[in-house]
């Protein structure tokens, strides 16, 4: 099994984990932060919560621990990410578009991480390799449009960006627009299969660069922000994503 495959799965359980339990501290279902719910559904947020994080991290230790179901935990995961996005994301699309494509960045991140299984669990030898290269190409669209999406928004929250980056680090502007380039760039590399493992290889080194240079400062910065516990196993588990997405290009190669 490639390294790359390994470490990504490891960072995605991971990152799992620490989402889970951001999820029980929150009493509410948050990944990829939907909007609240409704006043009159208020009262479920808590079991939703509750029980949407004991099954998310359930399916992470099943990885963790390279169980015989990992991969159906990876699409567990997956699958209530996409629900939540259905009924809480899609309805509000026109003004929460950024966070509901991150949702769908972490469904396609969880198919890359279950398509990685192929071959090794028999539960997954019910597919043909021609049904999981279109499962795994889905997988890839919806990692491409958050990060596409994410490279537009570099643009048009320039300002913000700019005060995201920490002082230690220099030529704020620069870095916006430079990250914002790289974002298009492995957005559009990922879809094609030529150059989606050095373009899922590169993405993946650049949002652990991320987590290592601006989620973990700030979470130690503040360690009661929300924001920033999320920003910290969101970017662990993203970086995952495509190192397995990596590990598994090479691997079919």
């Not at 970017?235 to 995952?240: D, E, H, N």
Request: hydrophobic fraction near 55%.
């Amino acid at each position: 099994m490639p390294k790359l495959i390994s470490a990504g799965r490891l960072m995605f359980a991971i990152g799992m984990l620490g989402l889970s339990f951001i999820c029980i501290l929150a009493q509410d279902f948050i990944f990829g932060r939907p909007p609240a719910l409704p006043a009159e559904l208020a009262g479920m947020a808590s079991m939703l919560g509750y029980v949407g994080a004991g099954v998310v991290a359930l399916s992470a230790l099943a990885i963790l621990v390279n169980h015989k179901y990992a991969a159906y935990g990876a699409l567990v995961i997956g699958l209530l990410i996409l629900i939540s996005a259905l009924f809480r994301q899609v309805p509000s699309f026109a003004s929460q578009w950024l966070n509901g494509l991150k949702s769908f960045f972490m469904v396609g991140g969880t198919i890359v991480i279950a398509a990685t299984y192929t071959g090794e669990q028999r539960a997954l030898k019910t597919l043909n390799e021609k049904n999981w290269d279109v499962l795994i190409y889905i997988g890839c669209v919806f990692l491409a449009s958050f990060f596409i999406a994410g490279g537009y928004s570099h643009f048009l929250y320039a300002e913000f960006v700019i005060g995201f980056i920490p002082a230690y680090i220099p030529f704020h502007a620069f870095f916006t627009y430079f990250c914002a380039i790289c974002l298009f760039a492995g957005g559009i590399g990922i879809l094609i299969p030529g150059t989606r493992r050095l373009a899922a290889l590169l993405s993946g080194i650049m949002v652990f660069g991320w987590f290592l240079l601006l989620h973990v400062p700030r979470f130690f910065a503040n360690m009661n922000d929300p924001s920033d516990r999320m920003g910290l196993c969101e970017s662990f588990a993203f970086a995952g994503f495509f190192f397995a997405l990596a590990g598994l290009s090479e691997k079919k190669k």
